[in-house]
């Protein structure tokens, strides 16, 4: 049976696991991207389901974690861009527009294909993709203009060639997209409160420790904020299927915007 506790008693739990030193990760191998180690260490440490805090006179909280030293991104939220029916990612983006995977023929098949994208609204990615808050539409738009991949790297060149060949090199259409109206239902569910802890973490024998340093608590989530950090290219889009597993799409923020992001970020130690 899960023990509910008031917010104090969370922190005080959590303070109680800071004193404890380097403790293994739940997970056996050190992948940093789309990585929840972090947090679903501390998750089982503190006894409780995934995402799901039992904090008595509350909801919307979640705990989230990161790597005390890193540069990657932390997951707000999965969710799959629309028209849902098409299932865009792995019925036209991966076999339309993905590339040989970089394991194809060792770890995965001969013919496993790739499609990963972390795609910004600042900028085009080396294979044309970027991202558009559109206000008139009301959704964020999933682009794909060809003219502005880098076909001076001869692996995009024959990339755009193979796209050429399969589907020609026209907008995608299906137009991928997220409605506002939706994301901020979801959004605003999975984001509205979050307590937020990094780690330093080492590795010994190839197994990853964590020593957890600090905690946050952000609170006042706000949708025309998180617009605008996607419009600011702080909060990006990452695809990451291949073909025979889709890992999911998310949104995901860099390290250290929260004031961005939040009216309240406090820092609990």
Known sequence: MIQVMTKAQLIETIKDVTKRGWIKSVKKTKTTRNDGAVGN???????????????ANSNGWELKGQRLHTSSLITLKHYEPFPRGADIV?????????????????????????????????????RGFTVIVDHNQKKIRFIFDPSKADISDPEIKAWLNSVDSRIGLNSLNPEPYWGFDDLKNVMGEKARNCFYVIADSKLE?????????????LSGFSFDKFLNCVERGIIQIDFD???????????????GYWKELYSEVNEVF
């Open 41 to 55: 260490t501390l998750e089982k440490l503190l006894g409780i389901p995934e995402n799901n805090l039992p904090i």
């Open 241 to 255: 299927a291949r073909t025979r597993h889709n890992h999911g799409t998310k949104f995901r923020i860099k390290q």
């Open 90 to 126: 792995t019925k036209m983006l991966l076999p339309l527009y993905g590339w040989p995977h970089k394991q194809a023929g060792k770890r995965y098949p001969r013919n496993e294909m790739s499609f990963r994208s972390t795609t910004s609204a600042t900028q085009f990615t080396n």
């Open 205 to 217: 024998k190839s197994r990853e420790y964590f020593s957890y340093k600090s905690l946050l608590m």
